[in-house]
């Protein structure tokens, strides 16, 4: 088949990643019927390529071979090739991405896998090089493999096909709780004082995975790992160890001091390649600045450090600022590279700082920020903070950073992928809400209210069922779990930081839908796709916590909570029904269900139930700048059921789990009360 002349059918798509795809002479189809019934009727294999938009790799790949006019033209004429955005897409990622991990051992984007004309895989792998390299073969040269392949070992293909999905069924799912320890790990190990077992053996696995030299957990390349902070910081309020708080200073100061911050205009970047946390992979993703805004938020309540709450202002700063798309919601990621460098858009060299601040300003801040004549990064400067955990900075340094940041503002900035995810607004929402109530923040409370709205009127369907991506006044794909999961969170914060109930019976809205759409009765938790999805070769439910936590834990910790707000036990039965099927698996993987430990320490524990009624800033000043990662907090509107019965203004109730404290009307009486819980 020859290659397609002008756009193929990614031009009218809303991913600006399938849209980076529009003008490649290979005739890409988006996921769907067309491409699978081509496939049948022409007796050719699928070629699935998928990645998104601020993924490095993935644009060599491109430029290298789906660009190439030669190369498009095998592709065409041996295959229906399909180009699938895993952020919008993400059940179809995680099904394939099964695969290529089972018939390679590792996986990552872009990524490449050949699947018979029904769906299933054969064959599959990561990167592929124009030219063979580094035991990897050329693309086309495997495109030609898997072609003879076809032609003249279909059975062979076949059963691999099989043998393919039956692993992947089997790496979808978890082993079966025995019938004799429905409690699974519950009592397993011995605790620390005060702390669940579980939740134990988690916080001594993360103390053995910690590198107590630069911070993180294991070496290079290193990832934020938010989830892991947050259980260390949960730990800490359990045994109050100097081990523990050190663990949680050394990460959160090594993080804010690397490459990977950026110190001119906030924000993370997605990880560093190094131990050190100094060179970053330069993308920044929505998801990442939702985890560590929290982490950092939660640091700065539990420790009162300065310095952690300025990392929050400053990466709230550039959330709203830079990935504000208009329209009251957040874009997903910027990329790593413009002009075709990686990285070029943060770099300085000390010729470049001094046209902009003069020798004399130049010289300070080339010494507070590390930069040298020789570089440390191709012979520019990531700008870094030499001296961890120093990081409020004199006049004279904020000078410079605005004027540097300023300058900056000329160059060309990375690519922006401008579609609005669901998950990845409900999650900054969320955090945005709390971070506004903790840090008395009304212009971030106000503006998480409008990316509330913001999904209510675009990503809402008229039938009421939430939708996955929008982009330019158009949504698409079903939601999944996991964008449930976060919407709940997300309604929940905003009712705990507005008062106002109207968003708690969203959160309750989403909860019941969920559960509807998602809930597996036969075997608990949830379903990635809902009952009313596309059917693919096998329907997954996600339960481990990776990059961002798992739909299952983002559904249980906020069931419960939403449970203790709107006297619905049934929610919070569900919860502990996820944490239930998880079983043992929190003890023998517990890096696996970080955010899910959170559920197992409120369901062990107890969750904090704070009522303050109407609005009474100094009493609930007290309770919003605490970190009480048990707590749930109710002021305001008042609202039905057990929790406001009896509830009068002006004073503060609290309970835990079913015992109830006496009631308080001074903030420093509330303060000794919490402190003592």
């Not at 294991?218 to 663990?247: C, I, W, Y």
């Not at 839908?513 to 938790?525: E, H, K, P, V």
């Not at 079913?658 to 308080?664: G, K, N």
Request: proline share 6%; aromatic share 8%; with cysteine.
């Amino acid at each position: 088949m020859p290659s397609r002349p002008g756009p193929n059918r990614l031009a009218g798509e809303t991913s600006p990643y399938l849209r980076q795809h529009r003008d490649n002479p290979v005739d890409w189809f988006p996921w769907g019927d067309e491409a699978f019934e081509l496939a049948r009727a022409s007796d050719r294999p699928v070629l699935l390529s998928i990645g998104y938009s601020a993924c490095h790799w993935c644009h060599v790949m491109a430029h290298e071979s789906f660009e190439d006019q030669a190369t498009a033209e095998v592709m065409n004429a041996g295959f229906v090739n399909v180009k699938v955005d895993r952020e919008e897409r993400p059940d179809v990622d995680a099904v394939y991405m099964e695969a290529v991990q089972a018939l390679t051992g590792g996986g990552g984007w872009p990524m490449t896998v050949f699947l018979l004309p029904d769906g299933r895989p054969f064959l599959g792998g990561t990167y592929f090089p124009k030219r063979a390299s580094h035991g990897q073969p050329a693309f086309t040269d495997l495109l030609a493999a898997v072609s003879e392949a076809w032609k003249e070992r279909r059975p062979d293909l076949i059963d691999q096909a099989a043998a393919l999905v039956e692993a992947v069924e089997a790496r979808s799912t978890l082993p079966p709780v025995r019938p004799d320890r429905p409690d699974q790990g519950a009592g397993a190990g011995s605790a620390e004082p005060g702390m669940d077992s579980r939740l134990g053996a988690a916080y001594r696995s993360l103390r053995s995975m910690h590198d107590d030299e630069y911070g993180g957990f294991g070496r290079a390349p290193k990832f934020p790992q938010p989830a892991m902070v947050e259980l260390l910081l949960r730990a800490h309020s359990h045994n109050r160890s100097d081990a523990t708080a050190s663990v949680i200073t050394t990460t959160l100061d090594a993080m804010a001091s690397g490459g990977i911050y950026d110190h001119l205009g906030g924000g993370f970047s997605r990880y560093s390649v190094d131990r050190t946390w100094l060179v970053p992979h330069f993308e920044k993703m929505l998801y990442d600045q939702a985890g560590l805004v929290r982490v950092y938020l939660h640091g700065w309540q539990h420790t009162g450090h300065r310095r952690w709450l300025q990392v929050v202002e400053e990466t709230v700063a550039y959330v709203l600022r830079d990935l504000a798309n208009g329209s009251g919601g957040l874009c997903s990621a910027e990329d790593a590279d413009s002009e075709g460098e990686e990285g070029l858009f943060y770099l300085w060299t000390p010729a470049q700082m001094e046209a902009v601040l003069g020798p004399a300003a130049a010289a300070e801040a080339a010494a507070w920020w590390g930069v040298t004549d020789s570089g440390n990064f191709e012979g520019s400067n990531i700008l870094h903070r030499p001296q961890r955990g120093d990081l409020i900075r004199s006049p004279a340094i904020e000078a410079a950073r605005t004027a540097l940041f300023e300058a900056r503002k000329a160059r060309v900035r990375p690519g922006l992928d401008d579609k609005a995810l669901t998950e990845w607004n409900a999650m900054f929402a969320g955090v945005l809400a709390e971070a506004g109530a903790a840090a008395g923040r009304s212009d971030w409370v106000a503006a998480a209210e409008g990316i509330g709205r913001f999904l209510l009127d675009n990503l809402r369907s008229p039938s009421g069922r939430w939708m996955r991506s929008w982009q330019d006044g158009r949504a698409a794909h079903l939601a999944y779990a996991v964008d449930y999961a976060w919407l709940i969170d997300a309604f929940v914060r905003l009712y705990e930081a507005t008062g106002r109930y109207t968003w708690l019976d969203e959160a309750v809205a989403a909860a019941d839908a969920m559960i509807d759409l998602f809930w597996d009765g036969a075997d608990q938790g949830l379903f990635t796709t809902g009952r009313d999805g596309e059917a693919l070769i096998v329907r997954a439910k996600d339960f481990l916590d990776g990059a961002t936590p798992s739909a299952n834990s983002v559904a249980a910790v906020a069931l419960v909570r939403l449970a203790a707000l709107a006297g619905r036990a049934d929610l919070a039965d569900r919860g502990r029904a996820i944490v239930d099927r998880v079983g043992a698996l929190t003890v023998s993987h517990p890096s696996a269900f970080c955010h899910l430990l959170g559920a197992v320490d409120m369901l062990g524990s107890g969750t904090i139930e704070i009522v303050v009624p109407g609005r009474v800033p100094d009493l609930l000043e007290v309770v919003t700048r605490r970190h009480l990662p048990n707590a749930v907090v109710a002021w305001g509107d008042p609202g039905v059921g057990p929790l406001w019965e009896g509830r009068h203004r002006g004073i503060a109730y609290v309970c835990r789990g079913t015992t109830c404290l006496a009631p308080v009307s001074e903030p420093a009486e509330l303060a000794r009360m919490l402190d003592a819980l």
